[in-house]
Nanobody
Framework: QVQLVESGGGLVQAGGSMTLSCVIS?????????MAWFRRAPGKEREFVAG????????SYGDPVKGRFTMSRDNPKKTVELQMNSLKSEDTAIYYC?????????????????WGQGTQVAVTS
């Protein structure tokens, strides 16, 4: 059974940086799929943060994080990462790693069929 396990969250000061990691464990019988990061802040809807195609050839980002966050993947190691720079208090949320149903990433949660348990990121001002 395939599972996604996030790590790397915690407390950081505004303006600081943090890297989140997601390990894809288990037998990936379906092969490589697009991956994405979503987040949910208190009292808000789940929000698309970043996505990456199955081979890492293309990435996409939500408007609030463009120019500050970078998503990458290492397929042999079955990991995806989210490098977050210039963090703001509004980046405070639970961050989720998700596997897409296809090879391209979208910003619609319904296009993802496997989710991690989430990792908390708290940015203090």
């Amino acid at each position: 059974q395939v599972q996604l396990v996030e790590s790397g969250g915690g407390l950081v000061q505004a303006g600081g940086s943090m890297t989140l990691s997601c390990v894809i464990s288990g037998n990936m019988q379906r092969g490589l799929m697009a991956m994405a990061w979503f987040r949910r802040a208190p009292g808000k809807e789940r929000e698309f943060v970043a996505g990456i195609t199955w081979n890492g050839g293309s990435t996409s980002y939500g408007d609030p994080v463009k120019g500050r966050f970078t998503m990458s993947r290492d397929n042999p190691k079955k990991t995806v990462e989210l490098q977050m720079n210039s963090l703001k208090s509004e980046d405070t949320a639970i961050y989720y790693c998700a596997r897409a149903r296809g090879i391209t990433a979208t910003d619609a949660p319904s296009d993802y069929d496997l989710w991690g348990q989430g990792t908390q990121v708290a940015v203090t001002s």
